[in-house]
RNA sequence: GGAGAAGUAACCAAGAGGCUGAAGGUAUCGGACUUGAAAUCCGACAGGUCGGGCAACCGGCGCGGGGGUUCAAAUCCCCCCUUCUCCGCCA
């Protein structure tokens, strides 16, 4: 979500963003919000100046009854009766207009970074950087639940009975595996200095639309029957919605949050739920990281931030790429995004594991959060976010990577403690 | 889930339809007194947001949130939320 300041006095930069995303369906929205913003502000100026006479009028006729004189303060009360449905009529106009443009505004893309290669879809994202080497064994890897099956790691099955495609049971070492690398990842994180947290795992609709676009809220939330509540996608919505209608203190920043969460997504869209397996699924766990900043040191965390998944896989002996979104691939309310994406040997290609964002103010400014600075004045704040690990998909490239010529696993050395001393599965 | 009570500024707290755009106090900041500090005295201290204006400034909204009644609402009515106490239920 952009500044309508910014929007009225850029509109061909607006445009042009459009234009760079593949969006051009959403161009005529720029004039469209453009006059409603103007209608709007013609409405407030006359209701306004028409409340401001009511408010002084009003004061008057305190004041005469205050003196007793009933009959003049009848004869101001007819005065300011008049003006009444004229108000009543700008006042339902101003709420129209303002509903409209918020409507309108909600679907404009954030501006994206200079940075961002530009292409129409996932396609044209670009390879900038590989990590470790992505090596080839010379001996056969299954597919992923044949690894975790060998140790009566999953039932895919059950869970079909019990929940429908989409969902898995994880058993034995490969649920203590999917346990140990979230601690893992939630200990790496503090140990950068983050702040590790539990949130809610249900948000109320407004802060969804605070932290999302209208198009991923549909492909992504399950809703609550009966309730204002929405199970969270990924603790980003739930650790950004923090914020909600919050003036932060300028001397709290940067606030550098990893959490802890459950994601449900619906997965409704390009993909689709996998037929096998636990790639994309409706349920999986996740350690995240989120930073909320000072606009000028978010670029600097976004660097760092994709920097430390890197760091986190390559520690899992899990070679791995970056891989920048292009802008037709961008999310609406991203500035810029890249994945980590990590080697699967049996594929011999790389898959998205991690994605790294930074929002600019967009979640800022739809979740009215401020930060106080300290010469008194307020300002948007940058968000950010980034996967630690989302075990599941995770522990794809992981077995794949540490599955040896015997069949066992091996368990890389920072993972062991979090395993029983354990070397290896098998 | 049921019954009560409460939500006003950083904090405590008055106010119960109209000179309240919000008393008073604590804290904070500035000043006086003091060698300095304390104490005392004087002064400042309601935010946020939107609209207009080059600006000084003017105006709208605003007393948990949202509606309504009224010329006028912190004050009356309705709905919701949160907190506290008690009961019930429960990992």
């Not at 869209?269 to 909320?292: D, L, N, P, S, T």
């Not at 400014?365 to 690990?389: C, F, Q, S, W």
Request: overall charge negative; some cysteine; proline content about 5%.
């Amino acid at each position: 979500m952009l500044d309508i300041k910014f929007i009225r006095d850029n509109a061909e930069t607006v445009r042009q963003n459009i234009r760079n995303k593949y969006q051009d369906a959403k161009l005529p929205l720029v004039d469209e919000v453009i006059a409603l913003d103007a209608e709007n502000r013609a409405v407030k100026q006359e209701v306004e100046e028409l409340r401001a006479t009511r408010n002084r009028l009003s004061k008057e006729i305190g004041k005469l009854m205050g003196q007793g004189k009933r009959d003049e303060a009848e004869k101001v009360k007819a005065e300011v009766s008049a003006d009444g449905a004229r108000i009543d009529e700008l006042t339902a106009r101003e709420r129209e207009v303002e509903a409209a443009l918020h409507k309108k505004m909600l679907l404009i893309p954030n501006i994206i970074d200079p940075s961002v290669p530009l292409g129409k879809d996932d396609s044209e994202n670009v390879e900038v950087e590989r990590f470790g080497e992505p090596l080839v064994p010379d001996f056969p890897i299954p597919y992923h639940t044949e690894i975790m099956e060998r140790f009566h790691g999953i039932d895919m099955d059950a869970a079909g009975r019990v929940s429908g495609n989409g969902f898995y049971y994880l058993m034995g070492d490969i649920a203590r595996l999917h346990e140990a690398v979230i601690a893992y990842a939630r200990d790496f994180m503090i140990d950068k200095g983050f702040t590790f947290c539990i949130p809610p795992f249900m948000i109320h609709g407004n802060v969804v639309e605070g932290v999302m676009s209208q198009s991923d809220m549909d492909a992504m939330m399950y809703k609550i029957e009966g309730e204002d509540l929405y199970l969270i996608g990924t603790s980003e919505h739930s650790m950004i919605g923090k914020f909600i209608d919050q003036i932060i203190p300028e001397d709290t920043l940067p606030q550098t949050l990893t959490s802890y969460s459950p994601c449900f997504r619906k997965e409704k869209g390009a993909h689709g739920i996998e037929e096998r397996g636990v790639y994309r699924i409706h349920q999986f766990e996740k350690q995240e990281m989120i930073v909320v900043c000072r606009p000028e040191d978010s670029m600097k965390w976004y660097e760092q931030m994709w920097r430390w998944s890197v760091e986190l896989f390559r520690s899992l002996d899990i070679p791995v790429r970056q891989l920048e979104c292009c802008s037709g691939d961008l999310a609406d309310l991203k500035v810029k995004s890249c994945d980590i994406e990590a080697w699967s040997p049996r594929q011999q290609k790389y898959f998205e594991v991690c994605s790294c964002s930074n929002l600019g103010d967009a979640q800022a400014r739809r979740l009215k959060m401020r930060v106080k600075g300290a010469d008194g004045r307020t300002y948007l704040p940058h968000t950010l976010n980034n996967t630690v690990v989302a075990p599941p998909r995770m522990l794809i490239a992981f077995l794949e990577n540490n599955l040896q010529a015997d069949g066992s696993v091996l368990i890389p050395e920072v993972l062991r403690p979090y395993m029983g001393g354990k070397e290896k599965l098998q």
